[in-house]
């Protein structure tokens, strides 16, 4: 009998044990983040290369993006808990790229709401075997299934929670993802950026929209806001913009001059180099994709 139950007490402990070492960092008065690595997902780092918000919102958490795995979810949220002990009002989604959502599992189980946008139905097959799975430690995976959110949202937003107004804009262009989710909370001056803001590591294009991507930046830009949340990246002033923008517009205006002068897609990958980017992280996986990509997309006509 006590063998039986020291096995299982052992067993209950295995599947539970795989910890991340997180670490919540404050941004501001409200708002605590888990800033994930500059890497690519993989058996090292197990999905920690993303960030995860938490805004304190008075009785209420709200949890923006819950990571790439349940046991990753369990953790920040034990951690958060032990900053301040509230339930979570509703977890938002900002894109479907999965290193964003699969903690979401965790946040259902204790009967949490999850917002995202429409386009998880049509992006996400929720019994395809996911890019974390394949790329990460069985260690780390135990728990985790593709959950999608609750709640769908096709257009803008508001909910008001313990009296502060959160604004859900539902970017109605493609931008880093045909289903971009900004969440502006007005009175904090901060805004939540999902991956329309990378500032420690080179953005992808592929499922995105250079100008659509340019133009929400832009938007951004123009908004009264003093902290600027990305999905990877640690910088969380105006700042936080720059490396984006900066990087999207010269990619842009280069590809466009290649095209202009009957330069072809494949002496146009070689030769757009950038090299001020050139010493940013996963330059060398993603900028050569990336001329490519934008190049394709602006071949067939630009405004
Ligand atoms: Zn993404």
New binding site residues.
């Given amino acids: 009998m006590m063998k039986s139950l020291w096995i299982l007490l052992t067993a209950t402990t295995l599947l539970s044990a795989f910890e991340y070492g997180l670490k919540p960092e404050k941004v501001n008065d409200n708002v605590y983040c888990f800033f994930g690595k500059p890497e690519v997902m993989n058996t090292k780092n197990n999905g920690n290369m993303v960030n995860s918000c938490f805004v304190d919102l008075g009785n209420k958490w709200l949890v923006i993006d819950p990571g790439p795995t349940f046991a990753y979810a369990k953790e920040a949220w034990n951690e958060i808990s032990a900053i301040k002990k509230m339930p979570v009002a509703s977890v938002i989604n900002t894109?479907v790229?999965d290193?964003?959502w699969l903690g979401n599992g965790f946040y259902l189980s204790l009967g949490v709401d999850v917002l995202g946008a429409a386009a998880f139905t049509e992006e996400v097959n929720p019994t395809a075997v996911t890019r974390m799975e394949q790329r990460i430690s069985k260690e780390a995976y135990a728990q985790t299934s593709p959950k999608l959110p609750t709640i769908l949202l096709d257009q803008n937003s508001t909910l008001h929670i313990d009296g502060t107004e959160v604004r859900l804009i539902h970017v109605d262009t493609k931008a880093?993802?045909s289903g971009d989710i900004l969440v502006y909370l007005p009175k904090m001056q901060t805004i939540f950026c999902?991956?329309v803001v990378f500032n420690d590591r080179l953005p992808?294009l592929r499922?995105g929209d250079i100008s659509g991507w340019i133009g929400t930046l832009e938007m951004i830009k123009a908004m009264p806001v003093e902290y600027v949340i990305g999905?990877h990246g640690d910088a969380v002033k105006r700042v936080a913009l720059d490396m984006t923008y900066g990087y999207l517009i010269e990619l842009r205006d280069e590809v466009r001059a290649a095209i202009e002068n009957d330069v072809g897609i494949d002496v146009a990958v070689k030769a757009i180099k950038m090299p001020s980017y050139s010493s940013v992280a996963l330059y060398d996986v993603m900028h050569a994709q990336n001329v490519e990509v934008v190049y394709r997309m602006l071949e067939w006509g630009d405004e």
Wanted: overall charge negative; aromatic content about 0%.
């Fill in positions: 894109h790229h290193d964003h880093h993802t999902g991956d992808s499922d999905g």
